[in-house]
Every structure is written in structure tokens, then in C-alpha cells.
């Protein structure tokens, strides 16, 4: 599929996301509009229909709504790649919209809305893990700060050689206590610049992060995610991280 996929529908009329005008009431980050509600009013968005390896100002539009939602995307380069597969997978994930990263009327649509991922406010900074939508979100204080697709356990049966058991994510109030810099091997499989939360289980890199529950338990990001999170040291040692 990689490069493959090209825009469709030209003739449809975009609206450039500085157009794009949202009236939310009062709400603030956090509340319901923010976090997967329609606001109160916004101006019509929509756009032909996009996938992986289409180029141009579609996706460059699409790119810079996403980052307006706080979902995490990188620069706005034109070029729908894996990185902004995965927004899109968070974005539809958001709205209840089966992820297929592709980018339809219904996920148009959910742009024009606003549909911001739900969150938990805190006191502080938190790494927090919805296990129901399977999105990683950063949190500090009452506003979300970015939002990633994630795959986390898959619920499944597994026996690795002496390890066997059953591929969950733990729910709880964890803290980052140990990471690499680096690949982690583990008998369960390769780790890309992983923090760990409880035990053996961590936030860390890999280079199939599906829109859906795979893992043994971890906590998955893309490779460019996880490099960003490194860069910007978004989850230094102690961070809280609440998995619900």
C-alpha cells in the first residue's frame, strides 16, 4: 500500500482550516465538546477522500486540523504517511468511528465538530491510557496536551518459551520507574526506547502499532512517537501514568 494510494475526489471544495470557525460555548479543554461532543457551531469542513500515500493540500489541511485537536502528527508536510495514519486511527477512535484511517465524510465531518479525545483531569502531568478507545493521552492539570493511537493487550492466551499468560494491560496508578535508551529484547519481543510503569510492562516504540488491541500487556506507540516523547522528554522517571 505504501505510496500507492493516491487523493480521490479532487473536485470536492476544501475549506482551509483557518476558515474553520468553532464557537464551544465557554467549554474548556476537558469538558464535553472538548471531548468527543459536537461544539456548539462550526463552519463546514470536508475534503475528498484521503488514505496512506496521498500528497498534497488535502492532507496538509487534514495534518493541521489534527494538530489543532491535539492529536499528535508531526509537521504538516502534505504527506499522508504512517505517522498520520495514526492520528487519523486516534481521531476516529475519538468518535466512535470504525478505525480504518482512512479519511471519509464521517472523519471530515468529526474534524469540522472538533471531536477531541476524552480525558481524565489531573493535579500535575500524567501519562493516562484509555484501554476502552486503546488511546495514550498526555494531561496536565485540566487540558490535554497530545493524543496518540496506541495498541495495548490483546486479551489473549500466549506461552513465549517459560512465559505464558494472558496479554493484558494492568488498570491502576502507576509512576515510570525504569527506561532504555534504546532496544530492549525481552522474550516477548522487541522494545523501542521503553518506559516501564509496572513490572514489565511499558510505553514503548514499535513498528506495527495497530488500531487495535494486540499486545502482551505493553503499551504501544509508533517509532516516531516514541522518538518525539524522548526528544521532548514528555515522560521523564516518576511521571504519573493511570491506566482506565
Not at 494538530?67 to 487519523?88: K, M, N
Not at 525504569?178 to 511499558?202: H, I, N
Request: hydrophobic share 45%; net charge positive; charged share 15%.
Amino acid at each position: 500500500m505504501r505510496g500507492g494510494v493516491r487523493c480521490v475526489g479532487g473536485a470536492v471544495r476544501l475549506v482551509a482550516v483557518a476558515a474553520v470557525v468553532v464557537t464551544l460555548g465557554g467549554l474548556t479543554p476537558g469538558t464535553a465538546a472538548a471531548s468527543g461532543e459536537p461544539p456548539t457551531s462550526v463552519a463546514a469542513l470536508t475534503g475528498p477522500v484521503i488514505r496512506l500515500g496521498a500528497r498534497g493540500t488535502a492532507v496538509r489541511t487534514l495534518q493541521r486540523r489534527l494538530t489543532a485537536l491535539r492529536y499528535w502528527v508531526g509537521p504538516a508536510d502534505g504527506v499522508f504517511g504512517e505517522v498520520t495514519q495514526q492520528a487519523v486511527y486516534a481521531l476516529q477512535k475519538s468518535a466512535r468511528l470504525a478505525p480504518d484511517g482512512v479519511v471519509g465524510p464521517m472523519t471530515w465531518r468529526a474534524l469540522a465538530r472538533g471531536v477531541r479525545a476524552p480525558f481524565r483531569p489531573v493535579v500535575g502531568a500524567a501519562v493516562e491510557i484509555d484501554l476502552e478507545r486503546d488511546l495514550l493521552l498526555l494531561v496536565r492539570g485540566r487540558s490535554l496536551l497530545e493524543a496518540f493511537n496506541t495498541s495495548t493487550g490483546g486479551g489473549y492466551a500466549y506461552a513465549e518459551g517459560a512465559m505464558s499468560g494472558v496479554a493484558t494491560t494492568p488498570r491502576g496508578r502507576f509512576r515510570l520507574f525504569r527506561q532504555v535508551d534504546g532496544l530492549d529484547v525481552s522474550p516477548l519481543g522487541e522494545l523501542w526506547r521503553p518506559k516501564y510503569f509496572v513490572g514489565g510492562v511499558a510505553i514503548h516504540g514499535s513498528w506495527s502499532v495497530p488500531p487495535t488491541p494486540v499486545s502482551h500487556g505493553c503499551v504501544r506507540l509508533s517509532i516516531e512517537a516514541m522518538d518525539w516523547v524522548w526528544a521532548t522528554d514528555q515522560m521523564p522517571l516518576g511521571r504519573l501514568v493511570l491506566v482506565y
